[in-house]
């Protein structure tokens, strides 16, 4: 059982920067995927990025060359760092991993809000 604990949130202005933190209980060496997702409000859940076990990478195109995502394997800590936000990157950002025996896990969220 993994509990992942989210921070770095917060109001910022358009332009600007956060970065989050996805804090695992359990050694993130255990965990095969680690990913971000954002929900807006009125929207779906959508994916922003994600990490393998190997640093292999992936994101949304609305997010591309903006965001990064990394892991600490030796923090236990992922990481999303974010510039140039926009209005529209406002939501509630979702730390989310998986481990290699495929069960899933979720934080708990954390508000970004972008002001224009």
């Known amino acids: 059982q993994v509990q992942l604990m989210e921070s770095g949130g917060g109001l910022v202005q358009s332009g600007g920067s956060l970065r989050l933190s996805c804090a695992a209980s359990a050694s993130i060496l255990s965990i095969k995927y680690m990913a971000w997702y954002r929900q807006a409000p009125g929207k779906q859940r959508e994916l922003v990025a994600g990490i393998d076990s190997g640093g292999t990478t992936k994101y949304a195109d609305s997010v591309k060359g903006r965001f990064t995502i990394s892991r600490d394997n030796t923090r236990n800590t992922g990481y999303l760092q974010m510039i140039g936000l926009k209005p529209e990157d406002t939501a509630v950002y979702y730390c989310?991993?998986?481990?290699?025996?495929?069960?899933?896990?979720w934080g708990q969220g954390t508000q970004v809000t972008v002001s224009s």
């Open positions: 989310y991993a998986a481990d290699f025996r495929l069960y899933n896990y």
